[in-house]
């Protein structure tokens, strides 16, 4: 049992690891001894962020637009030539779009759907034959993505987001079958409000964040801490025997949104 949550001298990758939940969870990750990659677009962002999250341990940042498929396989190689196997791969890597109905572009939809929803198969895809290497009966290799409680609910301006995560939502289920008997366990995580670049618009604004705040059951929005430990369960022995599940991180967000009053 005081090894349930040991994570220890695993390899992980972090899609969209320079910022946000990504950073929330990388961090967890290096701390808890886990060698960790993160990628994403914007290289000198990556690299700061690499060099920071290195201070407690090892992290490696290797840019890629991971919203095309030649990113995802620039991804794929700078990894591979430098691991046999991979126990985790975080997708986080994300993208919103607000504007009203009426004004809703082929863009919006292009750009949000390209990161999400193609970016996290075309990443899984070539990393997957490390991932079958790393995985066992006694310890599977873990498949986490980032949904969102947008993708279990309805409202709101960002069209194309909302149905981006519910696709990463069925993909989880869909892959954790698919891919049991390599030894490899597939499950989501759908956060609700966290202090993020794309939540900025509510979390750095304190009367807003105030109001947010009041409409959730626990009465916060998620820190690090939530997002990494969340993380670090699933890819422990303690979540050794979770697949398929998409578990919201939300406070409590959706219980209160399906509750009669």
Not at 3 to 25: C, H, P, S
Not at 108 to 120: E, F, M, P, Q
Not at 123 to 137: M, Q, Y
Request: net charge positive; hydrophobic share 45%.
């Amino acid at each position: 049992m005081q090894n349930l949550f040991d994570i220890k001298g695993k390899v992980a990758v972090v899609t969209g690891g320079g910022r946000g939940i990504g950073y929330m969870i990388a961090k967890g990750f290096v701390e808890a001894g886990v060698r960790v990659y993160i990628s994403s677009r914007k290289a000198s962002d990556l690299e700061a962020a690499a060099k920071e999250l290195s201070k407690s341990g090892e992290c490696i940042a290797i840019p890629a637009d991971l919203s095309t498929e030649a990113g995802a396989k620039k991804l794929g190689d700078a990894v591979k030539a430098r691991e046999e196997k991979l126990h985790i791969l975080v997708n986080n890597s994300g993208a919103t779009w607000g504007a009203p109905f009426e004004e809703f572009s082929n863009e919006a939809w292009d750009r949000v759907l390209n990161i999400n929803v193609k970016g996290t198969f075309f990443v899984t895809r070539e990393l997957l034959p490390l991932l079958k290497k790393a995985g066992s009966f006694e310890d599977p290799a873990r498949i986490i993505n980032l949904g969102s409680i947008a993708g279990f609910s309805t409202g709101g301006v960002a069209f194309s987001y909302g149905p981006s995560k519910a696709a990463v939502h069925h993909m989880t289920q869909n892959w954790a079958s698919q891919f049991a008997k390599d030894w490899i366990t597939v499950n989501a995580i759908a956060p609700g409000a966290f202090p993020s670049k794309m939540m900025a618009f509510v979390t750095e604004n304190e009367a807003v964040r105030k109001a947010m705040e009041e409409r959730i059951p626990l009465k916060r929005i998620g820190s690090p801490e939530d997002a990494a430990g969340l993380a670090i369960f699933l890819s422990s022995r303690a979540g050794a025997y979770l697949t398929g599940t998409i578990i919201p991180l939300d406070g409590g967000t959706l219980v209160r949104a399906g509750a009669v009053e």
